[in-house]
C-alpha cells in the first residue's frame, strides 16, 4: 500500500526547479505533502484532495490526478532551506488508513 | 495547529524489557496515531489511537506487542513490549484536528535503542 516516490534523491543548486512525484497502486481520496529536516520531525506542507485540483503557497506547489493515482510537488527557485526529506503520504477514503510514501531527499546546495 | 510533546525523548533499553511512551497535546484532538521510523527510512503507521476504546492496529502490528491507551482526546501511550534490538526505531505519535480530511502534527518522536 506504500506510495511510490521518484526520484529517490536530488541535489539542486539554489535557484533551481524540481519535481517529486508521488504514485499509488490504490484509488486515492487525498494525498499530503510532508517534508522532515534531519532529526526532526515531519511538517505539513499541503494536503490535496481528489478533482484533480493543484494547490500551492510560495514557491512550491502540487498537483493530483487522481485518474492516474498520481501527485507532484513542484519546488521553483530552490533555497536553501528547501532540503529534508519529502514524504507524500495519501489515503484511500476518509478514514483513518494515511499511509506515507518511500520518500524523497531534496539536497540544496549554494 | 497542536503542540505535542513525547517521553521520553530518548531511551536505551535492554532486551526483553518494555518501555511506554507518553504523547501529550496542548488541545483536545479528534485523531492520534503512533508511528515508527527506521533511520532513513519512511514511516509506518502502527496504529490508530481510539479515545474510550480499543487502538486499531496496521497489518504487521499486534496489541500484545504495541498496547496502546488513549484515556481522554489530549493523551496516549504507546507500549513497546518484550523488545528486541529490530523495535530500535524513532516512535512518533501524531494528531489530526477534527474533520475528515485532516493534517497531522507529529510529535518530536523518542529514540529507542535495544541493546
Known amino acids: 500500500q506504500q506510495p511510490v516516490q521518484s526520484p529517490q534523491a536530488v541535489i539542486l543548486r539554489e535557484g533551481e526547479d524540481a519535481v517529486i512525484n508521488c504514485s499509488s497502486s490504490?484509488?486515492?481520496?487525498?494525498v499530503h505533502w510532508y517534508r522532515q529536516k534531519h532529526g526532526e520531525a515531519p511538517v505539513f506542507l499541503m494536503i490535496l484532495l481528489k478533482g484533480g485540483e493543484q494547490k500551492g503557497h510560495d514557491k512550491i506547489s502540487a498537483s493530483f490526478n487522481e485518474k492516474k493515482q498520481q501527485s507532484s510537488l513542484y519546488l521553483t527557485a530552490s533555497q536553501l532551506s528547501y532540503s529534508g526529506t519529502y514524504f507524500c503520504?495519501?489515503?484511500?477514503?476518509?478514514?483513518?488508513?494515511?499511509?506515507f510514501g518511500t520518500g524523497t531527499s531534496l539536497t540544496v546546495i549554494p | 495547529s497542536a503542540v505535542i510533546s513525547q517521553k521520553p525523548s530518548r531511551d536505551i533499553c535492554q532486551r526483553g524489557t518494555s518501555l511506554t511512551i507518553q504523547c501529550q497535546v496542548d488541545?483536545?484532538?479528534?485523531?492520534m496515531f503512533w508511528y515508527r521510523q527506521q533511520p532513513g527510512q519512511s514511516l509506518t503507521l502502527i496504529a490508530t489511537a481510539n479515545q474510550g476504546s480499543e487502538a486499531t492496529y496496521e497489518s504487521g502490528f499486534v496489541i500484545d506487542k504495541f498496547p496502546i491507551s488513549r484515556p481522554n482526546l489530549t493523551f496516549s501511550t504507546l507500549t513497546v513490549s518484550n523488545m528486541s534490538p529490530e523495535d530500535s526505531s524513532i516512535y512518533l505519535c501524531?494528531?489530526?484536528?477534527?474533520?475528515?480530511?485532516?493534517?497531522?502534527?507529529f510529535g518530536p518522536g523518542t529514540r529507542l535503542t535495544v541493546l
Open positions: 501524531s494528531v489530526g484536528l477534527a474533520g475528515d480530511v485532516y493534517e497531522q502534527f
Open positions: 503520504g495519501t489515503a484511500p477514503n476518509t478514514g483513518n488508513q494515511f499511509y
Open positions: 488541545s483536545q484532538v479528534t485523531m
Open positions: 490504490k484509488a486515492l481520496y487525498s
